[in-house]
């Protein structure tokens, strides 16, 4: 039976990896994207190995990835007074059969849609429309309200549609008309990027300081023959009173706006002020998510992403999952075809366990284990086994990768969500 296409709101990294998977898997959709021309923005995310799996089963290759960002060999966390408390590898080098990535969330974004439009042609994403409501129909089908770029208004029919469209998701917003608005739990994030020289393995994602004031440093590309690469970091600062700051999102920031806060976090691996004022691009970005939903489903209607699961980005996971959910979406169609039956599977299957993610990464997420150091002694330590046991450390980081879906032996076993070569009947 052919059914009506599957309908996406939102052509980000979510939407696109869903547009992906249904070309793979044969079933027809449209992807809706409010803005009228997508551009390579943003700076540095990272897709952990269970997202690069999917990816590499999506005919994404290493070599793809490799023109966006570069393979991570090692997590650090340092402490305020430059010295280790805990160090590992990371991606293949941990064990992994996939690789973790750290990318350009512009570029990465970008192949994405180019790999797109290559295998489905440019017509099944249509820019300037903006998915503003739905409703389901008593026939098992549901109808999206879509406004376009020249004021124009339509209505589009299909077998189910897909709110992917964001953390601000209008999908959401009508499924949920009672959320509370977003939430802000008090820290601001500066984002940028500067060439500058890797430090440690020249591949390491490295978070630096305590609970009221820490950066986070990774390249995103191997570096040149000048031996710089892209630097991407997050100066992130905790402010006492929530109520002080805006909310805005991704606005273009001064460096003089935030450097004080990292006067003195100089180090002979590492000097933060000189870091900060070589940047070449500076966003400020308030820690923002959502309180968690019961559902992420209604009738023909689901959530994914950051619309299902917009998250603090503590755990260097809100893309990655993003790309998992579109993939067991993948998976559930394939199984129940496109209907409200395998939106119900995947709303089983993901929610209730990524809603615990959202607020396991509010308190801090694997970042915690600074706040640990910094509450027992201020960050200040000669040996850090006196002040957080190895085994302490190890239990702490063990317990967030099986939440986040990192566990190494579980990943490596499972088998694959989507098998090679699986189509829907036709
Ligand atoms: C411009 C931009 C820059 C970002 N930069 C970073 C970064 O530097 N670092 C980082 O960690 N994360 C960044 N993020 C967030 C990150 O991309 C997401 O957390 C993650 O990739 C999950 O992706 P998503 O597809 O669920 O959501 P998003 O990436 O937010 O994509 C949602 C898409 O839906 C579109 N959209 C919104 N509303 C509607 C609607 N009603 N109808 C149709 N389309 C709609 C948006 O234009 C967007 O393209 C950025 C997001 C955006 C949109």
Redesign the pocket.
Known sequence: MQHPPVLI?????????LALTLEQIGVPFTV????AE?RP??????VQPNAVRELFDLGITAEDLDSVGLPMREWALVGRSGDDIYAEPRGLDAGYHWPQYAVH??RF?MMLYDKLVARAGADTVRLG????DYRNNADGTVTAM?EHADGQKSEQHGALLI?????????RARMHPDQPPIHWGGAVMW?GTTRARPIRTGASFVGLGGSKQRMVIYPITAPDSDGFATI?WIAEVAFENAGDKPTGW?KSAQVDDFIHYFDGWSFDWLDVPELLRGAEVT?E?PMIDRDPVATWRDGCVAL?????H??Y?TG?N??S??IV?ARTLGAMILAHGPTAQALAAYDAALCGPVSELVLRNRGAGPFGLLDIVDARCGGEFDNIDDVVPAAERATFMASYKSAAGFDIDALNSAPAKIAKGARIPT
Do not use: W
């Open positions: 709101a939102g052509g980000g990294i979510g939407g696109l990896c809706f994207e409010s803005v997508l923005l943003g700076v540095g995310i990272n969330r512009g974004h429309a903006r998915v503003a879509i709110g992917a469209d964001g953390i601000h998701s209008a999908v984002r991407n991704f966003y970005n994914m992403g950051d619309a299902a917009a998250m980005p260097s809100g893309a999952q993003a959910d």
